[in-house]
């Protein structure tokens, strides 16, 4: 058996073991990412360039999530593999890499990034998808690492890129002449 099964049996199989967390963890993969968009909502009103460039991660987490999916595929461990504890119920398709572990690392990314309170706790919020994810049978471990990879890579790139404009921007406010210097 090759290491993503492995691991994705080991942590699935925590549900059989621990049945009182199957509700959590149902919950945690299917609705928070409700949760989610109520925060990056609040957030538009108090820093957007954060919510925009954390968007903006997502949708480059998703695309090349998209490519990296023509290059290898899988269906969902339910559809593949047997006595896996499917949890949700879910259409079988290309489970690789998991859309909801790249929409959560993108954004909670972007909030550690940029300094936001509680950065911390929506990292572990990340991770606890992801975890969920597996947990409930519906992606391998592969799926969510390459997925949280993928997210937190465009996170990086696009505060680089807002960074470097604030930056750009900073300077040329500072070299441009005010109108009392050009009167002088």
Same mark, same amino acid.
């Given at each position: 058996?090759? =290491?993503?099964?492995? +691991?994705?049996? *080991?942590?699935?199989?925590?549900? &059989? ?5 199957? /509700?959590?963890? +149902? ?36 695309? $090349?999530?998209? /490519? ?15 006595? =896996? ?21 993108? +954004?909670?990314?972007? $909030?550690?990034?940029? &300094? ?5 706790? %929506? ?9 969920? *994810?597996? %947990? /409930? ?6 799926? =969510?690492?390459?997925?949280?990879? $993928?997210?937190? $890579? ?7 890129? /807002?960074? &470097? +404009?604030?930056?750009?921007? *900073? &300077? ?13």
């Amino acid at each position: 058996m090759d =290491v993503n099964t492995d +691991i994705f049996y *080991r942590i699935n199989g925590l549900g &059989k073991e621990l049945p009182f967390l199957d /509700v959590p963890m +149902i919950l945690i993969a299917n609705y928070t990412l409700y949760v989610l968009i109520l925060v990056v909502l609040i957030y538009f009103f108090k820093d957007r360039v954060m919510v925009i460039s954390s968007l903006l991660s997502v949708g480059i987490a998703i695309l $090349l999530g998209r /490519v990296a999916g023509m290059f290898h595929s899988n269906n969902q461990p339910f559809a593949e593999l047997p006595n =896996v504890n499917q949890l949700i119920e879910k259409a079988v398709d290309n489970s690789f890499p998991s859309d909801h572990t790249m929409i959560f690392f993108a +954004i909670c990314f972007s $909030l550690f990034l940029f &300094k936001k309170p509680g950065r911390y706790l %929506w990292m572990a919020l990340a991770c606890l998808v992801g975890l969920s *994810r597996i %947990w /409930v049978g519906v992606h391998y471990p592969g799926d =969510v690492l390459v997925g949280a990879i $993928l997210a937190m $890579l465009s996170a990086f790139l696009m505060y680089v890129i /807002v960074s &470097k +404009i604030k930056f750009l921007n *900073r &300077k040329k406010q500072i070299e441009l002449p005010t109108t009392t210097e050009r009167d002088v």
